[in-house]
């Protein structure tokens, strides 16, 4: 049972409790441990953990990241996850499970540099790294033990290390012959860990597991495979693949796949946006479109930057509101032609925030950019409305002044007024 040490990467093909070298316990043993691949990585706890580095006297204090009492949490360290607090939890019952967490509010800025960092060490390791989200990714290692003179695993275990102590922040690693595997793997130990699951394993390693297990099986779709007869994983296994297209469609014969831990998805190094955009939670419920139209407007000019930032360009704007009662509209709109200036994207979507103030309480606003298009095709003009181009250089030179002289520099005076909001 081949082994590896995880402080000071000794490794044998015997398994061990405690390094020979070093003295240490994080040792990891598997049978398949030095011919696994593919991994999966997630940085522990992404936002608290930058949080803690950079203020090292909250190493041992429950940490939420979040905002306000009527928003959610965006991340929870691991003191405080022990108390019950969990990502998405209303902040109001996340600090009456732990009142005396220290609350931060998100620093995206930050969080966006220590993932590039991160991503940078991935890519050290191979040019095969898929980015899930910020603080996630999935590595092909296949093929690069002659370039790290040692198996992926002991490959991964230093980068682990280097991630500490360059970027001042976890990571824990799941490593499989697959990505379904690698990433079901990487939930089991946490923080700071190094799991495996084999292939030879995997069916019967799963067979147990609840359905919820498998990744894009949430609590609806569980409830109906329930009520089907089906829980676990290994009632799934059960079934042949003409049984599975039977009761569950084209899809049946993949979700039975998946629930062997069969999956042939590659590693693809660049992965199509489907979606961006932005929204807040207001500080209070709001009814009344005058008090919304300046939040509506910053957020137009959030999503203009992040389409910039992406070389992308919105076809049609979505609206997206959520009354007192969380219960969530929707509504769409089409433009007359690409576009990222937030003039555009707002003369398009108000009207659609008009239609829904018919005095319901809200308690959130967001847009999106539905569907995404090059940027290259953007703002161009034409016979329907000349006035695109001047709109996207009236916006470039607020944007260059900003940029130079900082974000209050300039300011469109529909943005100016209105309560607050958060994200």
Not at 298 to 322: P, T
Request: proline residues 7%; aromatic residues 4%.
């Amino acid at each position: 049972m081949p082994s590896l040490c995880r402080d000071c990467f000794a490794h044998t093909e015997e398994p061990r409790r405690r390094c020979a070298a070093c003295g240490s316990a994080r040792m990891s043993s598997h049978a398949e441990l030095f011919t696994l691949a593919i991994a999966h990585v997630d940085c522990d706890a992404f936002f608290a953990s930058v949080a803690k580095r950079d203020r090292p006297e909250l190493a041992s204090r429950p940490v939420i990241v979040g905002g306000g009492q009527r928003g959610v949490v965006s991340a929870a360290c691991y003191v405080a996850r022990t108390r019950g607090v969990r990502s998405a939890m209303p902040m109001f019952k996340a600090l009456s499970a732990c009142p005396d967490a220290v609350v931060i509010k998100p620093d995206f800025a930050k969080y966006v540099a220590a993932s590039r960092q991160v991503r940078a060490l991935m890519e050290a390791l191979t040019p095969l790294v898929q980015a899930m989200s910020i603080d996630e990714a999935v590595l092909d290692l296949s093929g690069t033990e002659a370039l790290h003179g040692a198996p992926p695993a002991v490959a991964l275990a230093r980068f682990a290390r280097r991630v500490e102590k360059e970027v001042g922040v976890t990571v824990s690693i799941g490593l499989a012959p697959n990505r379904l595997l690698a990433k079901i793997a990487v939930e089991r130990d946490k923080p700071r860990g190094l799991a495996c699951i084999g292939a030879a394993e995997a069916a019967a390693l799963l067979a147990p597991e609840p359905v919820t297990i498998l990744p894009g099986i949430g609590p609806a779709f569980a409830a109906k495979l329930a009520g089907m007869g089906f829980s676990t994983l290994g009632q799934l296994q059960s079934l042949d693949a003409r049984e599975a297209m039977r009761r569950f469609g084209e899809d049946g014969p993949l979700l039975v796949a998946r629930a062997r831990g069969e999956d042939s998805r590659p590693v693809r190094p660049e992965r199509e946006t489907k979606s961006i955009s932005a929204e807040t939670t207001f500080d209070r419920d709001l009814a009344q479109p005058a008090e919304m139209q300046p939040l509506l407007w910053r957020l137009c000019e959030k999503l203009a930057r992040r389409l910039a930032e992406k070389g992308l360009a919105a076809g049609g704007v979505v609206l997206k509101l959520k009354t007192s009662r969380f219960a969530l509209r929707t509504r769409h709109v089409r433009l007359a032609g690409p576009s990222r200036v937030p003039e555009t994207l707002y003369a398009a979507v108000l009207p659609l925030l008009m239609r829904e103030a018919d005095g319901t309480a809200f308690r959130l606003i967001g847009i999106g950019a539905q569907p995404l298009v090059e940027g290259a095709k953007a703002d161009h003009g034409d016979l329907a409305d000349p006035e695109a181009p001047r709109r996207a250089a009236r916006w470039a030179a607020m944007e260059a002044l900003r940029a130079r002289y900082g974000d209050g520099a300039v300011r469109a005076g529909r943005g100016l007024a209105g309560p607050a909001g958060r994200r």
